[in-house]
């Protein structure tokens, strides 16, 4: 009897012709390798015949686990791989937001906006937080997300923050680093190179939704003003700055029904300004936000086929694109025991989408900053991982787990189901991969 057999984690395209030979391309989603084999091979693989391949092959199958031992719970074993990255995991991951303020009234947010700033009392209490973890855990990285409302409108916090972070990071030994999603009204030459040189931050990500109609229709100020100009204006200026060039710039495009025709034309503007090496792009679909506004939203299969179209024109613009999912072996910073997100009023939240958003309640916040300095985060999102092996998810018979990790802790125990697009179109990623190699 075989010791071996095909992982449960393995997934195939159709057959095809190249060079004059039938392959298939497979992808393991517990490494993330990929692999063409013939067609005769795949036909022994299936029948379990791996005495009939050469010893080499069978070798290199096993290693990218696509072969695995025959009596190997493959469940049992990615979520341990999980916990065990967690547990071993060198970076503490905090998310801190500056101010409860925002110019604009997107459409589609669920937060509600006011001055409100991160207090010196609470500024102060953070870092007594970091500090106490930094001494208990068994770190070598420090890595603060700036989360808004706009994190640039409390850019004074932030100012004040950043050199003290980064000095604790330095007594413990550890590098530090800073990023921040914003809506780019604030992010200038100026503010970008201060922030770069002198905050520590590596990376930012502009969300830009769509060319200048499709934008401004849904990314206006409170008071409907246009933004679309002086954001892209403010993007190609940093893009373009010398002294800037380490800074690493995204852009993200969340699309629903009514600015899906408006990534097109925003790519093709992207790729006109000549940002191919120097930024990444991604369209993510709108999600609820404690409200209804992924009602709007298209459905799974719509979005994974349009995606591919984007895909194919930003391969043609000469886009970099990683199509094959890495490995996802932490899910989000809501299975990370000591990171937190604390929001301007000094509220602690296990999740990074639920403060400031009235419809939540209290549901995803676990203590206050002021008086209950030891409170620990609940258990709420952090046994995530236990959930799926319990079967409380689809995710405990999905191939996709390795590379999806079960996408969004959140959004599950909302009833809602989170899979990415890669679910659904990852038969013709694989394929677009394979033939690639000829672009
Ligand atoms: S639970 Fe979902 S929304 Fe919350 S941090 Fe994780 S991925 Fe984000
Ligand atoms: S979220 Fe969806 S794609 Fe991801 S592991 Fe769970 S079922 Fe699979």
Redesign the pocket.
């Known amino acids: 009897m075989s010791k071996y057999k095909i992982s449960e984690y393995l997934i195939h395209t159709v057959p095809f012709i190249d060079k004059g030979d039938v392959q298939r391309v497979l992808y393991s989603t517990r490494t993330s390798s990929v692999k063409a084999i013939s067609e005769y091979t795949w036909k022994l693989l299936n029948e379990e015949k791996f005495n009939l391949l050469p010893l080499e092959m069978v070798q290199e199958l096993f290693d990218v686990k696509i072969l695995v031992p025959i009596d190997e719970n493959e469940l049992k074993s990615i979520i341990q791989r999980n916990n065990q990255s967690i547990d071993k995991n060198g970076e503490l991951y905090y998310i801190i937001q500056p101010t409860a303020s925002c110019q604009l009234g997107c459409d589609y947010c669920g937060q509600v906006h006011s001055p409100q700033k991160l207090s010196d009392e609470h500024q102060e209490k953070i870092m007594n937080r970091l500090r106490s973890k930094l001494t208990n855990g068994n770190y070598t990285a420090l890595k603060i997300g700036w989360f808004g409302a706009e994190p640039l409108s409390g850019l004074s916090v932030i100012k004040k923050m950043s050199p003290k972070l980064m000095e604790l990071a330095k007594e413990f030994d550890c590098s530090y680093s800073a990023k921040m999603p914003t809506n780019g009204l604030l992010l200038n030459v100026e503010t970008a190179t201060l922030l770069f040189e002198e905050c520590g931050f590596e990376a930012f990500e502009v969300t830009i939704d769509g060319t200048q109609a499709y934008h401004d229709n849904r990314r206006h100020t409170k008071s409907s003003k246009a933004t679309f100009e002086k954001i892209f204006k403010n993007f190609l200026a940093v893009a373009s700055e010398a002294k800037l060039s380490q800074l690493r710039l995204n852009v993200r495009c969340n699309v629903d029904r009514s600015n899906v025709d408006g990534v097109s034309p925003l790519i093709k503007l992207l790729a006109e300004n000549k940002l191919q090496n120097r930024i990444t792009f991604y369209v993510a679909p709108i999600h609820s936000w404690g409200n209804d506004a992924h009602l709007n939203s298209l459905s799974k299969l719509e979005f994974a086929e349009k995606e591919l179209e984007w895909i194919c024109e930003l391969l043609e613009h000469g886009f970099h694109i990683n199509l094959i999912p890495p490995q996802q072996p932490i899910v989000c910073f809501a299975v990370r025991k000591d990171s937190e997100l604390v929001d301007p009023f000094g509220n602690l939240y296990n999740c990074s989408e639920a403060s400031l958003v009235p419809n939540y309640g209290h549901e995803y916040m676990f203590g206050k900053l002021t008086g209950i300095d030891s409170t620990e985060k609940n258990n709420f999102l952090l046994n995530f991982n236990s959930e ?1 092996l319990q079967g409380l ?3 405990n ?5 390795p590379v ?5 802790p959140k959004e ?1 125990k909302e009833g809602r ?4 697009s ?2 659904f179109n990852i038969k013709t990623k694989l394929l677009l991969h394979y033939s690639k190699q000829y672009l």
Do not use: F, N
């Not at 018979?397 to 787990?401: H, N, Q, T, V």
């Not at 189901?417 to 990415?420: E, G, I, Q």
């Open positions: 799926i998810y689809d995710c018979k999905c191939e996709m787990l999806c990790g079960g996408s969004c599950w189901v989170p899979c990415p890669s679910k």
